[in-house]
């Protein structure tokens, strides 16, 4: 679970960026266009001041211009980047136009003259704001439409990140809705397991108390048979022998025996480093953002035990710690040799334990946790049933409350006879 929601935190963060660089993108280039605009307005105020002049035009009517001055201004102008070619007229007394500019326009055939009404037209004006001609530019657009594209561009390709970036954050939703939905359906399977094994527990408990009265009965009872005089006596000692076999018979018919006697699996030496390493990857999935440290100490002697047993002693308070945290802390995980002992310190930085609950913290059905549905927490079995395997292997267990925050399980299990020579 952890490793999944690094995965899609790492994913969505790239959209993000992505997005981020676009959308910076995408401004520099309007900033551009717009710079570019002003500039393009700017170069034709300035082109319409220079040939707007009585200087080179003269008074409204009078077609004498100055050639060479306007022949001048008009290389000048068309320098500018913007400026492909300018076409300059003159106002008539009927309201008609003239173009003085260029000088050969009247000789031109038809066809091979510029279609003026598409061109930039930019009235001309004297000193006393009377229209005396116009100035028709034709613009060189391609800067300008080459950043209009580029905008384009990028505004389309930030519409389409985005729109995948959404796409993206609700499918990663859904399968983190249904990633959690499965666990929580595991968790409540492993809860009811856990019960189903005290259940077990409960039974060899049971089964071993009342065998032992009734085995105690059945000895009697065939004493009887065997030495009293009294026919009477005889015969009700042989019907309550013949109830103490029913009563065997049904728990063989049953098979508790065989289910509370099930093999847990062959003993074997076991590395309690791995073992830690094995229980922390088995409940990862409450982690979330926990730190895990790991202190372990190097060349530990073996151990002799059950390694699902050890692993469910682990697991259980990994999976505590991880819960008191909610997601957020360090666990540190602690192994070390003290003579024939090997300690296992497991420590959170969560909200502790509080004092006057120490002591009931590993009584069947106790739990720090608000009350509510066992599904939501827990049955309170699993340091009861964590006691009792660190009690088959005549170890220890104690927790206390560490001196800033959190809580410390110490849990200590002598090496085998073996190892103790050898380590000796």
Not at 129 to 139: A, E, F, K, R, T
Not at 153 to 178: C, D, G, H, N, P
Not at 198 to 223: F, M, S
Not at 289 to 312: D, F, G, T, W
């Amino acid at each position: 679970m952890d490793a999944k929601t690094n995965i899609v935190r790492k994913n969505l963060f790239l959209y993000a960026l992505t997005v981020i660089i676009l959308f910076l993108g995408l401004s520099v280039l309007i900033y551009l266009e717009r710079r570019i605009v002003r500039d393009r307005q700017a170069a034709l105020d300035n082109a319409r001041d220079l040939i707007g002049k009585e200087s080179i035009l003269g008074a409204k009517d009078d077609i004498r211009v100055s050639f060479s001055r306007m022949e001048s201004l008009a290389q000048t102008i068309r320098k500018n980047p913007f400026i492909d070619e300018i076409y300059v007229s003159k106002s008539l007394k009927d309201n008609r136009e003239r173009i003085l500019y260029p000088f050969y326009w009247d000789s031109l055939p038809p066809g091979k003259k510029t279609k003026l009404h598409l061109l930039k037209k930019i009235p001309l004006s004297s000193d006393h704001n009377q229209i005396i001609g116009y100035l028709y530019v034709d613009l060189n657009n391609r800067i300008l439409l080459g950043v209009r594209g580029a905008v384009a561009f990028f505004a389309f390709f930030l519409i389409l990140t985005f729109l995948s970036y959404v796409s993206r954050m609700r499918s990663q939703e859904r399968i983190i809705t249904e990633t959690t939905v499965e666990l929580e359906e595991k968790r409540r399977e492993l809860i009811r397991l856990e019960r189903l094994a005290l259940a077990g527990q409960l039974t060899a408990n049971i089964l071993h108390d009342i065998k032992k009265p009734v085995l105690n009965i059945r000895q009697e009872a065939r004493e009887i048979s065997e030495r009293s005089p009294d026919q009477d006596h005889k015969k009700t000692a042989l019907d309550i022998l013949q109830q103490v076999e029913l009563f065997f018979n049904i728990l063989r018919d049953l098979g508790l025996e065989r289910f509370v006697k099930a093999s847990e699996g062959r003993e074997e030496y076991v590395d309690i480093n791995d073992m830690l390493d094995r229980s922390c990857s088995l409940v990862r999935y409450e982690q979330g953002s926990v730190e895990v440290q790991k202190e372990y100490a190097p060349n530990l002697p073996p151990l002799l035990a059950h390694p699902c047993r050890i692993i469910q002693v682990f697991s259980n308070l990994i999976l505590n710690a991880f819960q008191a945290m909610q997601g957020k802390g360090r666990l540190v995980l602690t192994t070390r040799l003290r003579k024939n002992e090997i300690m296992i310190d497991i420590s959170d930085t969560g909200s502790g334990i509080p004092p006057d609950m120490i002591p009931a913290i590993f009584t069947p059905f106790f739990t720090t946790r608000d009350k509510g549905a066992i599904e939501d927490h827990g049955t309170g079995l699993g340091l009861y049933i964590t006691k009792n395997i660190i009690g088959d292997l005549h170890g220890s267990i104690h927790v206390q409350n560490s001196g800033d925050k959190g809580a410390v399980f110490v849990i200590t299990l002598p090496i085998g006879e073996k190892m103790k020579k050898k380590i000796d």
